[in-house]
């Protein structure tokens, strides 16, 4: 197997369905790619994620742009059903550091609008590289996922 590019990072803040009161939205992914120095390419990625009290699994896409990342995480609610939380960072909006961390996402069920969130990453912004990236064999990339 080839070794590749592993991306680890937890998300956290709220999401407020419409109409609703917000609560606790956190995601955690794993995303791989043996392209390490295409840096624009999508990274599929499997995690978990928290809503509420609900913990759940969760796939999708993580793509770095020059602008800042852009998420697609798709997760299946058991009310609700499929769902999709999508968006990306803006660097320089908000201020540098803010922008660094801090992802707007809409939710959406079937392509229409349901709620709103907003995620930051809380570690240490200095050790993202030393935390959050690694080389690994393509056949350990989803091992020890991190459980919210």
Excluded at 73 to 94: D, M, N, Q, S, W
């Amino acid at each position: 197997m080839a070794i590749g590019l592993l991306l680890c990072e937890t998300m956290r803040g709220t999401l407020t369905l419409d109409g609703d009161a917000p609560q606790p939205f956190a995601f955690s992914l794993r995303a791989f790619t043996t392209r390490i120095f295409s840096l624009t390419v999508p990274r599929p990625f499997r995690g978990q994620l928290r809503l509420g009290d609900l913990h759940l699994a969760c796939h999708g896409e993580l793509t770095i742009r020059l602008t800042g990342p852009h998420y697609r995480v798709a997760f299946e609610h058991p009310e609700l059903g499929p769902l999709e939380a999508i968006g990306h960072k803006t660097y320089g909006r908000g201020g540098l550091i803010r922008s660094l961390i801090t992802c707007p996402l809409t939710l959406y069920r079937q392509g229409e609008a349901i709620g709103q969130a907003e995620v930051a990453y809380r570690e240490p912004i200095l050790l993202f590289l030393f935390r959050s990236l690694r080389l690994v064999r393509e056949e350990r990339a989803y091992h020890d996922a991190e459980v919210l």
